[in-house]
């Protein structure tokens, strides 16, 4: 069956450092990429999606993700966190014939310390 | 624009009671879909309705049902409802799909049931 990992759950880091987290598909069809955020009491957000095209993705906030089809992955990355960047990341994908079924991963926490 | 909006935020139940979650989803999108975020379990998708019809399910009881009306709101329903039942239920919108595949959803903030 289609899945989605995310291998890291809780990551921690400090103001200014580099992030990237992972997210890796089982599916060798057609996909569609997104990364998805929900900040402490609200609702989740859509950071940035990939449909097709170039495979460097910019979304909102500085985030970016590049998708890499041989290997099956599409992590999010920023060069520099801040503070507000506490959140929890969840990346999601459609697999083509999913009929708009959306599988997403069990989500990173991540904690940005001042 | 207003967003996908929910009702209620919270709702509490007792074990085999039924539950109703409504949902209205951003104007001009004809698609909805609800989820289940259980704590541990990640996001669950439950159901996908468009043009008032159900469209897709996922590996949930029929005891978890629903429609989409004509003005393209929607309601969840979960019937006999049992403890692990208890979780955030997310719902999404969307505009109606190009055929190229799914087009981003946008969520809701999400109905907290509690089954007590």
């Known amino acids: 069956a289609q899945s989605v990992s995310q291998h890291n759950h809780h990551v921690i880091l400090s103001e200014a450092a580099s992030l990237e987290l992972g997210c890796n598909y089982s599916?060798?069809?057609?996909?569609?990429l997104f990364w998805y955020v929900q900040y402490p009491g609200q609702h989740l957000q859509l950071l940035l999606k990939y449909f097709s095209g170039d495979p460097l993705v910019k979304g909102i906030k500085g985030f970016e993700a590049e998708f890499i089809k041989s290997k099956f992955s599409f992590n999010l990355r920023k060069p520099s966190v801040q503070w507000s960047d506490t959140a929890e990341y969840f990346c999601?994908?459609?697999?083509?014939?999913?009929?708009?079924?959306?599988?997403f991963g069990t989500g990173t926490k991540l904690q940005v310390i001042p | 624009e207003a967003g996908v909006t929910q009702s209620p935020t919270h709702l509490i139940k007792t074990r085999g009671q039924q539950a109703t979650l409504r949902c209205s989803p951003i104007?001009?999108?004809?698609?909805v879909y609800w989820y289940q975020q259980a704590l541990g379990l990640g996001l669950q998708f439950l159901l996908w309705y468009d043009e008032g019809e159900e469209r897709n399910r996922g590996n949930f009881p029929p005891r978890f049902s629903g429609r989409q009306f004509p003005n393209y709101s929607s309601e969840l329903n979960v019937n006999a409802l049992e403890l692990e039942d208890s979780a955030l239920y997310l719902c999404?919108?969307?505009?109606?799909?190009?055929?190229?595949?799914?087009?981003?959803?946008?969520f809701g903030p999400g109905t907290r049931l509690t089954v007590l």
């Open positions: 999601a994908v459609t697999f083509s014939g999913g009929y708009q079924k959306v599988t």
């Open positions: 599916y060798g069809g057609t996909v569609n």
């Open positions: 999404a919108s969307s505009s109606r799909t190009s055929g190229r595949g799914a087009d981003t959803q946008y």
């Open positions: 104007s001009g999108h004809t698609s």
